[in-house]
């Protein structure tokens, strides 16, 4: 990492509060079945993907859900509850602490993005547990992040989650 | 294995075991061939090694001189490589020495094979050329003099291409590919890759079942519209659809296709498009059922299988190949393979990556498919001595119009029973 002035670690320090507390949200939204407030997590124009590392790592664009707007993420929700038969299951997410990538908060900004846009990543693991009480661990693997702080509050313009393993156990449901 | 004509004669009578198919034909399958390690077995011999053919690769994904790719035969390890005059080679991705596997990637090039263990090598058609340290050092150990490199060869398979999709047998007197898929799965193969493909992602979906609860999944239109409710939840007018089940002569793969009838196939989309704003149980994004007619026969749906575990789909744009991979008397994988063509526009590419959305692991009209298997799988203890029922649409095997029958799963089980004789 280059040498920072003080403003500078204090914008990224700022910066990674602030993911800190997006990924936070975000991750007891879907952790505690509230996947009907999950695409206000979003942006109207978002773009959400869930690939896997070797397909992000080939540039190889096919997602296991891929979603060019909030409404399609608003649809996936819909669907869930009422379409698609899965057995009942929880996850337990645990996310690292964001790196910032880029983007800034206040006064510049640290990569020359626009100061209202963070880039971020951060890892994740998650635990499934189903209605029998089995668990495993479902998937692990890396948010790619880019957040609006332009709105009332911060908002996903992108988020990749790549996951670290190709194989996906039975069914993806809920979303990651 | 051939039921009670398999106990020993000299087993008292109430221990014999009752026989395993008692029916003959394909219209009751016994349970226990769901979780029996010596059916599993027998199926590595008779099926995986015998006179079928098994998917490989895409010939796109070993384009170049010594490109290869690591896959399975059922559950065994193969390498696939194109070869220096352009054809392709397969042979065991295992060591003729010790048995270690040879190839540790999925994909790479490779000028020559090289075990990792004591360094045996083997040439592009799987040939050992070089064995380390044969004639021992200083004059001490080494090979003995009766050893002769020919007789440690890579078993290999014989390989065969159609529109592109590279097939492999260990059966080198299985019939020719062609003759083996016969003219109408040809030709429906061919509908599907009629110029060079290009792979857009990969991803594996485990199962927890039996390999053959899949196949008979994928063969069964019965429950499209009862297990999978996306289109009636959100209201999609699937309009008057046409369509009906190829069985081939052998009964071994089919073809389910649907098209629309007289319509054309946006009107779909577009009516999806006008309740998106005033219809609560509407798509918000109608954009998910938007397509092209790109083959220009305005078939929007065609699922193909390939004895024993390939799949071809095609649900409107969105375009894979499936391969089921046994992992065990209870596991499975389907490795799922997209692919668009070379000369796909950014408009084209973008239809199959939302079509997507449709299948694999967290498909809206598939993800029901991955786990229903495991339903039957948990519930196997206790059914040895039971038999599920294929009686839709009759007990024969062939082709028909409806879509309200079993007659391609029962196609499945013919081949199966001639191949594994029971
Ligand atoms: S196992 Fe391959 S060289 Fe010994
Ligand atoms: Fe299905």
């Known amino acids: 990492m280059p040498d920072a002035t003080t403003a500078e670690r204090e914008r990224r320090n700022g910066a990674v509060a602030e993911v800190t507390a997006l990924l ?10 509230e996947l009907e407030a999950w695409p206000d997590f979003f942006t109207a124009d978002c773009h959400y993907k869930i690939t896997t590392a070797y397909n992000h790592a080939k540039g190889l664009p096919v997602g296991l859900i891929y979603a ?26 645990i996310v690292s602490t964001p790196r910032i990538k880029g ?13 209202d846009v963070i880039e971020a990543e ?20 890396l948010y790619l992040d880019r957040i609006d702080l332009s709105g009332n509050r911060p908002r996903f313009a992108r988020k990749i989650v790549v996951l670290d393993s190709d194989r996906v156990d039975t069914l993806l449901a809920i979303p990651l | 294995m051939t039921g009670s004509a398999a106990a020993p004669a000299s087993a008292p009578a109430s221990s014999e075991a009752p026989p395993l198919w008692p029916e003959a034909g394909y219209t009751h399958i016994p349970f226990a061939l769901y979780d029996d ?9 008779r099926i995986f090694m015998g006179p079928t053919w098994h998917y490989l690769a895409l010939d796109c994904e070993i384009p170049e001189a010594g490109d290869y790719k690591a896959t399975t035969v059922g559950d065994m390890p193969v390498v696939v490589v194109r070869a220096r005059d352009g054809g392709i080679n397969a042979f065991e991705n295992r060591c003729a020495h010790r048995g270690a596997q ?21 040439d592009e058609a799987g040939k050992l050329i070089g064995v380390a340290f044969e004639k021992g050092v200083k004059g001490e150990g080494g090979m003995p003099p009766s050893f002769d490199r020919g007789d440690h060869n890579l078993r290999t398979l014989r390989t065969a291409t159609r529109a592109g999709l590279v097939f492999g047998t260990f059966d080198h007197g299985a019939p020719a590919l062609d003759d083996y898929l016969g003219p109408e799965i040809c030709g429906r193969i061919d509908r ?22 899949y196949a008979e999944n994928v063969k069964d239109p019965y429950h499209a519209s009862i297990l999978h409710l996306f289109f009636t939840t959100f209201r999609v007018n699937r309009l008057t659809q046409k369509g009906g089940i190829i069985v081939s002569e052998s009964g071994a793969h089919h073809v389910s296709y649907s098209m629309l009838d007289g319509e054309d196939a946006d009107a779909e989309y577009r009516a999806a498009k006008l309740r998106a704003d005033s219809d609560e149980f509407g798509l918000r994004e109608p954009a998910l059922l938007e397509g092209r007619d790109e083959f220009g026969d305005g078939i929007t749906l065609q699922i193909l299988s390939v004895f024993p575990g390939l799949v071809l789909q095609q649900i409107r744009n969105n375009l894979v190949v499936r391969q089921i991979v046994p992992t065990g008397p209870d596991r499975a994988e389907v490795v799922w393979t997209h692919y668009g063509f070379g000369d796909d526009d950014a408009a084209l590419t973008e239809l199959r990556l939302r079509q997507a959305n449709m299948v694999g692991p967290a498909g809206y009209v598939s993800m029901e498919d991955g786990a229903v298997g495991a339903f039957i799988q948990r519930a196997l203890p ?23 029958t079993e007659t391609s799963i029962r196609g499945f089980w013919k081949m199966y029973r001639g191949l594994m004789d029971l």
Not at chain 1, 24 to 33: E, P, R, S, T, V
Not at chain 1, 122 to 141: E, I, K, N, P, Y
Not at chain 2, 110 to 121: D, E, K, N, P
Request: positive net charge; glycine residues 12%; proline residues 3%.
């Open chain 2, 382 to 404: 206790g059914a040895g001595g039971r038999r599920s029922v294929l009686l839709m649409g009759g007990e024969d095997v062939g082709s028909q119009d409806s879509r309200t």
């Open chain 1, 68 to 93: 060019h707007n909030r409404a399609m993420l608003e649809d996936r929700v819909v669907a869930l509850r009422k379409a698609n038969v899965y057995e009942p299951q929880r996850y337990r997410h």
């Open chain 2, 102 to 122: 040879l190839c540790l990637e999925r994909f790479g090039n490779a000028r020559a094979f090289t075990c990792v263990y004591h360094a045996w090598s083997y």
């Open chain 1, 103 to 115: 983007g800034g908060i206040t006064g510049g900004g640290i990569t020359g993005l626009a100061e």
């Open chain 1, 24 to 33: 936070a949200d975000y991750a007891a939204c879907i952790d505690a079945d």
């Open chain 2, 37 to 45: 390690p010596a059916i599993y077995a027998r199926e590595r011999e």
């Open chain 1, 122 to 141: 951060a890892g994740f693991l998650v635990v499934r547990t189903m209605h029998d009480g089995t668990q495993d661990l479902f998937a692990s693997g």
């Open chain 2, 192 to 213: 599907v890759l009629p110029k060079p493909a290009k792979v857009l992602g990969y991803n594996t979906q485990v199962l927890r079942n039996n390999w053959k609860l």
